[in-house]
């Protein structure tokens, strides 16, 4: 694997911005000892004491540029896995400083196959002018020495820059087989590729897809990956380096057939054959002769289940038994055992309602908590009672539809119901027995229904009450509906006012209070000319006209007789 180091380079300039002060001896960079300010640095190690270091332009003095040929230095940072190290340069001749563009700050990137991810800059140590008295201010403070320190019999000054490696995730390949065979990878993006064989260990720049390829020798067979989902069978594996990943490539020899189990689920367990061969985890694969029977035992752990087998083993209990007439792929999955897990349901607000849950278990209601199997989904489902709306959900849910939650843990569910804000809610007597009424939205009147039977010229009396159930002030407006009144005449009260005029006409209104009501007597009487047995239905019917969707009716209904 290649040594590691860094390139800097910095964009083309068009205006000069002074970023760090660098040293410059005869276009060579030479290493020198760390200064006091940077001793808990590391200095750069390689075999060398120099390094070359080229830039597109520098500024030396106040008043003119100086040309330096080239844009790079590579510097050697030592072994992967370094944290980083300073860069130590001693110019003559005063100060020179290295600008980028617009302000833009040297950049610091690996060079291919190096081995690292990223290099970024720490620190950078402005000029130190080692001979005492030898400084004096130029622009921006910037030091320029004039004797004592001669690099060539020439007066010099030092600077320095020091760097932080992150170590690119490394790809690892191996082959467990009884058979032989290589693996083998392109070079991607000038990094270097496997080829295992020999090199079977190489890092990538993070997130590059790598693709394997495996390729039998004589006398074995490829028989599949191990720990690289999605590559069962193929002899061609993709790998995305979000991490370092080992993979290993199975090769069996011919005249024996090779078993390969891998192990699945949130679950723990072990997967062990006879003949000895298979103890996985640990040793997953085994080579056994052409055509011996081989049975696999699963056995889980003591937090664990076994559910299922996959791949050439199949059903639900725990042992497996296989031929090995051809190389066999198998799966053993494996899940935490259940354990008793509260779901509550809590109710808020003003109005009424109650929560059910599927499985059942939850009826609230009543029972508001209730303990099921962890992983279990239940769903939940609320609905409001008469004269109340359902808010929403709080907590693991949200929204006024079903809760679905899977128990991992207990959990607690807020359910919030409220009044509705205007209610009309019309009831009706005869004289004053018992009222018809069930508090619930019926504009049809359909249930609420008083009948009463007169004699020609006489009159029967009805009470019709309407009650705000809301939870706001409201004015509601009573109206009469009927067929032909022929041989019957109707009158309505409030209090002692004659109200049937307005009560016809469907004008008549009343401002309610929450829970207030107004009473309305209903006086019927049988005319001389009406016939016998006939009956006269009458619709009475409250609109909120704060809401006018709110209604509620009641029926009323008088006969002739004798």
Known sequence: ????????????????????????????????????????????????????????????????????????????????????????????????????????????????????????????????????????????????????????????????????????????????????????????????????????????PVDTKVTLTAVASLGSTFDGWVNAPGCLGLTSCEVTMSQDRSVSAVFVQDGKTQISAELYGHGHGTVVSSPAGVDCPGTCSSAFFLGAPVTLTATPDSDSLFVKWLGDCSGTTTTCNVTMDSNQSVGAVFSLKPVPTDLSVTKNGTGAGSVASAPAGIDCGTTCTHAFDSGTTVDLTAAADAGSTFSGWSGPCSGTGSCSIELNSAVEVFATFALKAYQPDGRVAVGSGAVAGDGVYNKTGKGQTKSAKAARGKSVMFTWSVQNDGNAADTVKLKQSANSLGGFNVKYFVGKTNVTKKIKAGEYSKQLPVAASVTVKVKATVLTSADLQSTKKLLLTATSTKDGTKKDAVRVNITAVR
Request: aromatic letters at 4%.
């Open 1 to 204: 694997m290649n040594l590691p180091s860094v390139v800097l380079f910095r964009p083309a300039r068009s205006r000069i911005s002074a970023l760090v002060v660098l040293i410059l001896v005869s276009g060579m960079m030479t290493l020198v000892a760390p200064s006091a300010s940077a001793a808990v640095e590391t200095p750069c190690t390689s075999g060398s004491s120099s390094y070359t270091m080229t830039a597109n332009k520098v500024v030396s003095g106040l008043l003119f540029d100086q040309n330096w040929p080239g844009s790079s230095v590579t510097v050697d940072v030592g072994p992967v896995g370094s944290t980083g190290c300073l860069v130590k340069i001693t110019r003559p001749s005063g100060w020179i400083g290295l600008v980028g563009t617009l302000g833009n700050a040297w950049k610091v990137e690996p060079n291919p196959g190096s081995g690292l991810q990223s290099a970024t800059i720490g620190k950078v140590y402005l000029p130190n002018c080692t001979a005492p008295g030898a400084v004096s201010n130029v622009e921006a403070n910037r030091p320029s020495c004039s004797a004592s320190l001669l690099v060539n019999g020439v007066a010099a000054s030092t600077a320095g820059i020091d760097f932080t490696f992150t170590k690119n995730p490394v790809l690892t390949v191996t082959k467990p087989g009884l058979g032989s065979g290589t693996v083998s990878s392109t070079i991607i993006n000038q990094v270097q590729g496997i080829n295992c064989g020999t090199n079977c260990l190489q890092q990538y």
